[in-house]
């Protein structure tokens, strides 16, 4: 097929983007990964009219761009080729995950996150206008933004889409090899939930969490009072809709034990795979383990990783602005804002890119979070004025 790739492929994928990628390394090192197939991004370009592909070319006016591409649809051989790809799917109630996977998402720099398109619990007479969601996803305003802020070069290339058959599991979640808060890479971090990862990935209810160390120790546990699940639902518009958990589960782990260990060991195997700490999703179906995707953990300072590595926490000033207890989400905001304004910084003080480069890994770590609190990482800071 000329724009289809199937899941195992030798060739050159570096223009599938970061979460195809991803997918295909997973297959080919053994892991167990739900059936897919990847559109290139020559589909895209394919089914372009002559008016959207000089929208394209010129493409000096985003705003102008995005209004030629409204139209946008999947061109006659790529249907065909959706068609006969689609046969390769088991049974007529499949549902699938259409996904992008765009060259600049998912990378170590650049996570690009909620910002293009995917869906979930899509039947397959909806895969082609879904596809074409995705492709639009990439040019828009948000991307945009996001692309200038970053110094991305301009146009974006036409993310790929993943096609990924959706399993029905009992518990699902995300576990990183390294704790992403702490910068600690002793611990695997594990986080769960009944049924569809997507409580846990978007935060919108609360989630087990358990911190495993390198021998398989679970050091850390906190399980959460469940109120609700995600299931498949033909009748919501994005396919997933809640559903109320029983008095009877609600209290208890979503994950034994067991469980708990097998992803934390799993996850550092794939860190090993890639080379750096990775950000997993994952899903027990019928007692079975699968990895829906992987990317590399963007937040996590590659000078934070060795426990025994002297740090210098300070809460002098910072305190007054985040008094008490922060919660992650207040903490990863903070932290974002101090990273983008201290990288300015240094543009404004001319610093010289290729400094600035040498030391990126800094930015991401001017704070840290400790039991709860906001301090500086005062050596990181030493660092920048260093520079």
């Known amino acids: 097929m ?16 970061g979460k195809a990628r991803s997918l295909l390394q997973l297959l080919r090192a053994g892991f167990p990964v739900p059936d897919f197939f990847v559109l290139a991004p020559q589909a895209f370009r394919d089914s372009l009219t002559l ?30 080729e959706l068609s006969a790809a689609l046969l390769w799917f088991d049974g007529t109630e499949a549902v699938f995950a259409v996904r992008s996977s765009a060259p600049d998402e998912d990378s170590a720099e650049h996570s690009f996150a909620g910002q293009l398109k ?5 039947r397959p007479q909806d895969i082609e206008q879904r596809i074409a969601d995705v492709w639009k996803s990439g040019f828009s305003a948000a991307v945009c933004a ?47 939930n009944y049924g ?34 995600d299931r498949f639902s033909a ?65 996590l300072s590659l000078s934070s990783g060795d426990k025994n590595t002297l740090q210098i926490w300070d809460n002098s000033n910072i305190v007054e602005s985040y008094g008490g207890v922060t919660t992650p989400l207040t903490f990863s905001f903070a932290r974002r804002a101090y990273e983008g304004v201290y990288r300015q910084f240094c543009r404004t003080m001319r610093v010289p890119r290729p400094v600035i480069e040498a030391n990126d ?21 030493y660092r920048l004025i260093a520079m």
């Open 2 to 17: 000329r724009y289809i790739l199937r899941s195992v492929s030798s060739g050159n994928d570096s223009h599938l983007g």
């Open 361 to 381: 890994s800094i930015f991401g770590c001017m704070l840290g979070k400790i039991r709860g609190r906001v301090y500086y990482n005062l050596l990181n800071w």
């Open 235 to 299: 009748a919501a518009p994005e396919g997933v809709a809640p559903v109320a958990v029983t008095a009877k589960e609600a209290r208890r782990p979503a994950l034994t034990d067991e469980q708990v260990r097998r992803v934390a060991e799993a996850v550092r195997r794939i860190e090993t795979l890639f080379g750096s700490p990775q950000d997993v999703e994952w899903a027990i179906a019928g007692g079975c383990l699968h990895f829906l995707q992987a990317r590399p953990i963007t937040a």
């Open 196 to 229: 569809l990862a997507t409580s846990v990935v978007s935060g919108e209810a609360d989630s087990d969490l358990h911190h495993v160390d390198r021998s398989g120790r679970i050091v850390r546990r906190l399980i959460a009072i469940k109120t609700r699940v």
């Open 51 to 80: 008016a959207q592909h000089a929208a394209v070319e010129s493409a000096s006016d985003a705003e102008a761009l995005r209004s030629a591409l409204a139209d946008l649809v999947p061109g006659s051989p790529v249907r065909r």
């Open 118 to 122: 995917s869906f979930l619990g899509v």
């Open 146 to 192: 996001y692309r200038a802020q970053h110094g991305l070069p301009w146009p974006p290339a036409a993310p790929a889409v993943i096609v990924q058959k959706m399993i029905k599991p009992d518990t699902a979640g995300v576990a990183f090899s390294s704790d992403p808060v702490t910068g600690d890479r002793s611990l695997a971090v594990v986080g769960s």
